[in-house]
């Protein structure tokens, strides 16, 4: 299993940034998918999946802003992050399995930082 998020950077409060994640060596069309974030001290923080049908959930402080999507030819999952906030400052992660406030268990990326800060 490879998971290979990017896309991550500095942007200013209010601005945009879309992650990306490719995966490979498992059946992604069959996955769900989940993007999940890290704050150092703080424990991790389920953000958004996306099933294999396409169905969609979000964490509430991120419905409305967040858009995770999905392209099953390339094997690909994707999070378009809008009207950012210094909050959302985090390692950003995508990959399967569960996370609770204290683990995530299953297959994960490396991670890439967003930091939203003027």
């Known amino acids: 299993v490879q998971l290979v998020e990017s896309g991550g950077g500095l942007v200013q409060p209010g601005g945009s940034l879309r992650l990306s994640c490719a995966a490979s060596?498992?059946?992604?069309?069959?996955?769900?998918m989940t993007w999940a974030r890290h704050v150092p001290g703080k424990g991790p923080e389920w953000i958004s999946t996306?099933?294999?049908?396409?169905?969609?959930s979000y964490r509430s402080t991120v419905r409305g802003r967040f858009t995770i999507s999905r392209d099953n030819a390339k094997n690909t999952v994707s999070l378009q992050m809008n009207s950012l906030k210094p909050e959302d400052t985090a390692v950003y992660y995508c990959?399967?399995?569960?996370?609770?406030?204290?683990?995530?268990?299953?297959?994960w990326g490396q991670g890439t930082q967003v930091t939203v800060s003027s």
């Open positions: 990959g399967f399995g569960t996370v609770t406030s204290t683990t995530r268990d299953g297959y």
């Open positions: 996306i099933d294999s049908g396409g169905s969609t």
């Open positions: 060596g498992f059946s992604f069309s069959s996955s769900a």
